[in-house]
């Protein structure tokens, strides 16, 4: 299946294929915040006895055979895709619904995530300050903008991106130079941040399934699937954004596991927020806490907008096909031509971020976004394996069901490790799901209606106004 332009919308307008290779592994960059190994830092490292490169090694390779099968799916339906969209092509449309659905925590917390990282930032800033104000700022200020403007450019998205890990290679020179003088472990080669006597295997993968969060926004590069300048290369784009972001997390987190060996040397209250400032704090003084955290600041800011306006176009693009209540969720203003009741709403659920920490948080976005890896993984069985019969050679079985498998098998392992919450809240989330979706089908009975949130949103489909007859 190949494409040579993207599809036009109901208004007859295209999307314009503009983005080269790496404008669009930029954008993943950008969306996955490569600041946040240090958001989380301190967390792991209690959870997984100072191993924190550890974690992210074990999250690398499962990421790796996910954007492997992302990537075949990518190019098997070109088009502005996602795992749900990959879900339905190849498996079963109401099966589709249920990983959208399940996804969906992901795209409703996002932002939440990013609010309560600037939370964190602020608050060590100025310590005086009470942390709901901050929220009750960001949430006001980023609504307000995305409210009157959607719009965002790639460039912007670089610039953001270039310097924040300018600052942070900066401190990966600041941390080696610490280390030569004896500080911390005192040594820049040593396996102590990966292996030691007290490491279990159980700890690591705990880890792993919170720096999952960190890799989130890989698989988001397929919504520039229609304006890529050429298909073929979303493959080579979502693997590389992996490649690189994993390899940003992994360096990173190995340095300053080297200068911080025990994650004693961090407050409580930072391992459940924040320790970015901490860390900024703790090696270069005030000035590079302040550094470090306008890095952080820029890229969650960026990060932030595009969760926010990203679930916003998801929440239209379903009440424009009645998965929602049209009326509400379906609305786009006619000033501002941007679905303001879907952004006001995110804002508000954004506010929740004054009574939760981000390792909680993180750990309920997981939840769906491994049920998502897991089930592209599955589509690439489904879609080729099984769908066009390439399973009759030792090539075939190994590139469409043999590694697929083994991504499913690691992403299922991840998933079992999460949070016991997080379990919990997310089955019980799947449970409202699938009633609602006997809901929509009249029991399996109607058609399911798609949501992918890279539909064309600016008018209804024929089918759709048939079933409303």
Known sequence: MTTTSAPATASGARLKRNLG?????????????PTVVFDTFGMVSRDTNNVVPSAYLVALIVMMFTAVSYGKMAGAIPSAGSAYTYVRESVHPNVGFMVG??????????????CLIIRSYLGALFPEVPGWIWVVIYCAVVTTVIYL??????????????????????????????????EGQGTVASVQ?????????????????????????FDAVTMYAEEAKSPKIMPKAILYTVIIGGAIFLITAYFTQLRFPSSSAF???????????????????????????????AATLASGLASHASVSRMLLVMGRNNVLPRRFFGHINAKTHTPTFNIVLVGLISLLAAAFTLEMIAAFINFGALIAFTFVNVSVIAWFAIRKGRRHTVKDIFTFIVLPGIGMLLTGVLWANLHVDALIGGSIWMGIGLIYLLVLTRGFRRKVAAFDENQPVTGFSKAIKTDEK
């Open 149 to 182: 403007t959607m719009r965002g450019t790639s460039n912007i998205n670089m610039i953001l991106l270039v310097f924040s890990i300018v600052v942070m290679a900066v401190f990966v020179v600041m941390v080696i130079a610490q280390l030569m003088r004896g």
């Open 267 to 297: 407050p409580q209250e930072a391992i459940e927020d924040s320790t970015l400032p901490e860390i900024g704090l703790q090696v270069g003084g005030p000035t590079l806490q302040a550094v470090l955290t306008a890095a952080g600041f």
């Open 193 to 217: 941040p990966f292996f030691h006597d007290a490491v279990t295997l159980g700890a690591v993968l705990t880890g792993a399934t919170i720096v999952c969060f960190s890799f989130i926004g």
């Open 101 to 114: 659905w399940t996804s969906l925590i992901d795209y409703v917390l996002l932002p939440m995530v990013n």
């Open 21 to 33: 290779l790496w404008a669009i592994v930029g954008l993943g960059l950008g969306y996955m915040t």
